[in-house]
């Protein structure tokens, strides 16, 4: 044990001496530290806990039902698509057909909502023909279906701020009072501005109007009332829609694509110029049908989709498929 002893103590001897050039390094380092912030080469932060005071920062919501004056199942229960007017062109060929026809068309169906009457342009002011025809079919169609709703579609890739945003939906509102905002992303985009999205939804929700997102999924922003999702390749995942029902907690409102900018896609081309009667309402059918099972609403496309750019399909010059939809309709909705 005695011839033990001097290794211990040279031990000892060895860690109080790591110690005391540890604390030497500190205070060399703390004496650096001190001079620099008084030179001002420095400014040395402190950690701050977080605060029990909530943040005033304004976190946008969906509207309520109360808000609303009606429940979302019932809002959303009758979806017709309809584009007339795009990026300020009057979209159906055939010379016959006007707002009046249209309106009359629509109100036949007795909607619940109806979207897209206008894709708003994305520099300018609404021409005065949008305006005439916006109030002429929301007129008729509210007529028979006084709780309908309409929103308008706003390319929202094209607004550079909240601020610009914001006076672009209060000049809109001014001339036609939409009851909502489908904003619109194009799909090949990976990002947009939040500021755009925050603001514009804050200031439709003080108006009590709703918003929506038609976009890529990976972009949705938080507070919208409603999302929209394409069928691309003219179908539905189940997987999908149950992943966006458990994240997203708002109503879906599934589409058939369009075409976005100027060539029309592929799937757009094969419903329009390939597919028959017959085939157009048998895939109608099948998106309708899974409707209830799979929990979102199916927007029967009227007048849509757009193929080319600016002409709308108009769903009233084939017979079948306009069965079709009005029985669907009268079946599931």
């Not at 947009?192 to 108006?207: L, M, R, S, Y």
């Amino acid at each position: 044990m005695i011839s033990g002893t001097p290794l211990t103590l040279s031990k000892l001897a060895y860690g109080c001496m790591r110690i005391l050039l540890h604390a030497l390094a500190i205070l060399l380092l703390l004496l650096s530290f001190q001079s620099l912030e008084a030179a001002g080469g420095w400014k040395v932060s402190t950690l701050r806990l977080p605060s029990a005071t909530p943040s005033t920062d304004t976190i946008n919501q969906p509207l309520s039902s109360s808000s609303l004056k009606i429940s979302q199942k019932a809002l959303f229960m009758r979806v017709i698509q309809a584009r007339l007017f795009h990026n300020g062109n009057w979209t159906l060929g055939d010379s016959s057909q006007t707002p009046v026809t249209v309106a009359r068309t629509i109100a036949s169906l007795h909607p619940s909502f109806v979207t897209g009457l206008l894709r708003i342009v994305d520099h300018g002011a609404l021409s005065q023909r949008e305006e005439e025809a916006f109030y002429t079919i929301r007129s008729a169609v509210q007529a028979s279906s006084k709780g309908c709703r309409f929103d308008v579609v706003l390319n929202a890739s094209e607004e550079r701020s909240g601020e610009l945003i914001i006076r672009h939906m209060k000049e809109i509102t001014t001339r036609i009072h939409p009851d909502a905002w489908t904003l619109y992303v194009t799909p090949d985009d990976t990002m947009v501005n939040p500021e755009v999205f925050e603001e514009g939804i804050a200031a439709a929700h003080a108006a009590g109007q709703m918003v929506g997102y038609d976009g890529p999924l990976s972009l949705v922003p938080e507070g919208i009332d409603y999302l929209v999702v394409r069928a691309w390749d003219l179908k539905v995942s189940r997987h999908q829609i149950d992943l966006l029902k458990a994240s997203k907690r708002i109503p879906l409102i599934v589409e058939l694509p369009t075409t976005f900018g100027v060539q029309p896609s592929s799937e757009v081309t094969s419903y329009v110029n390939e597919l028959s009667s017959e085939d157009r309402a048998t895939l109608l059918t099948s998106l309708a049908v899974n409707q209830g099972a799979w929990g979102y609403r199916f927007a029967y496309p009227v007048f849509y989709p757009l193929c080319p750019a600016k002409r709308a399909f108009d769903a009233t010059k084939d017979p079948i498929l306009m069965v079709t939809i009005r029985s669907l309709m009268a079946r599931l909705n």
